[in-house]
């Protein structure tokens, strides 16, 4: 059994489906078929250009102690030093950070950390190149 509208035959379900075609699937390669008052306006000369990233943070729930630019960080630094380097003294982990093609800020970051410490995770790491890290976890 087919389902369709009960309440319009399907001849006017198809008619109706066209007429908001140009409204559900937007402009293509050929160009919109939308009605010429339903297209948004340009920013007038003193206007701001509109943006879908807000003033301020750009990133939501960031843990607290610590800003979003905090945490892109953190993140960047992390994604140069694998699970095999940790635990791991500054020697493993700029060893670790060359192998995986690290930019030459986030190794002479880690080249700078103090010689003979151990460190068992990135945010121990994080600490001790004098950031801060989140003051609760959960």
Sequence with gaps: MERGSSKHSPRLDEQMSSEV???????GTGGSRVEEHRVPEPAGEDQPEATT???????TGAPKGMSSEDVEARSRLGRFITMSALPGDREALVA???????PDDIV??????????????VSEV??????KNETTRW
Aim: aromatic share 4%.
């Design 108 to 121: 002479a970051a880690l080249q700078g950390l103090p010689e003979g410490t151990r460190y068992q995770t």
């Design 53 to 59: 990233a807000p003033a301020g943070e750009l990133r």
């Design 21 to 27: 075609n140009g409204l559900v699937q937007g402009p």
């Design 96 to 102: 670790n950070a060359r192998e995986n093609g690290a």
């Design 126 to 131: 994080w600490a001790a190149l004098g950031n």
